[in-house]
T-cell receptor, first 113, second 114 residues
């Protein structure tokens, strides 16, 4: 079984400030890791993913995440946020032998002017 | 990336009626489709997994007779909410995979039962 924990349900931040959204996972097998963004009343859009290779992954909209196997973490970062980044962010994992994404509880990023 | 189209985006129905939601993979063949339900300010909860040509596998606690899932072709899966009640009001999202690791999501359907 696998699980995903997003430690912060809400993260308020001022525009142009840096932000980190935390994600920790647990799994007995190797996993692939994803971050998705959801704008109001919309589906999910993939921000970035880690499958293998370099542990620092760059995604769309200036986001990046770092896979830390020893800490079982995959935190999402952006050096300078915009108002348009206000959305819900979901961390998700899938085992390399599995078929189903397991989502974290989500983190609402609220960017203030 | 691949495109998954979900229709309708919003639907309002009367209590006791049935509603069908369609999920189509537009430019790839989806061997597996997933249906999620999302409550306000909460994460996505997997309802069921469907493979083309076979019966859907439902998660614990999901009523298979109430949420009918059909995956008749490699590009289409449908979710029918039967005898809808106000507590079925929610945001439903489908996802499709072609055997690769990445899942592509539909735009979601906001169901309101009045």
């Amino acid at each position: 079984a696998q699980s995903v924990t997003q430690l912060d349900s809400q993260v308020p931040v001022f525009e142009e400030a840096p932000v980190e959204l935390r994600c920790n996972y647990s799994s007995s097998v190797s996993v692939y890791l994803f971050w998705y963004v959801q704008y109001p009343n919309q589906g999910l859009q993939l921000l970035l993913k880690y499958l293998s290779g370099s542990t620092l992954v760059k995604g769309i909209n200036g986001f990046e995440a770092e896979f830390n196997k020893s800490q079982t973490s995959f935190h999402l970062r952006k050096p300078s946020v915009h108002i348009s980044d206000t959305a819900e962010y979901f961390c998700a994992v899938i085992s390399n032998a599995g078929n189903m994404l397991t989502f974290g509880g989500g983190t609402r990023l609220m960017v203030k002017p | 990336g691949a495109v998954v189209s979900q229709h309708p985006s919003r639907v309002i129905c009367k209590s006791g009626t049935s509603v069908k939601i369609e999920c189509r993979s537009l430019d790839f063949q989806a061997t597996t489709m997933f249906w999620y339900r999302q409550f306000p300010k909460q994460s996505l909860m997997l309802m069921a997994t469907s493979n083309e040509g076979s019966k859907a596998t439902y998660e614990q606690g999901v009523e298979k007779d109430k949420f009918l899932i059909n995956h008749a072709s490699l590009t289409l899966s449908t979710l029918t909410v039967t005898s809808a009640h106000p507590e079925d009001s929610s945001f439903y999202i489908c996802s499709a995979r072609s055997g690769d690791t990445e899942a592509f999501f539909g735009q979601g359907t906001r169901l309101t039962v009045v």
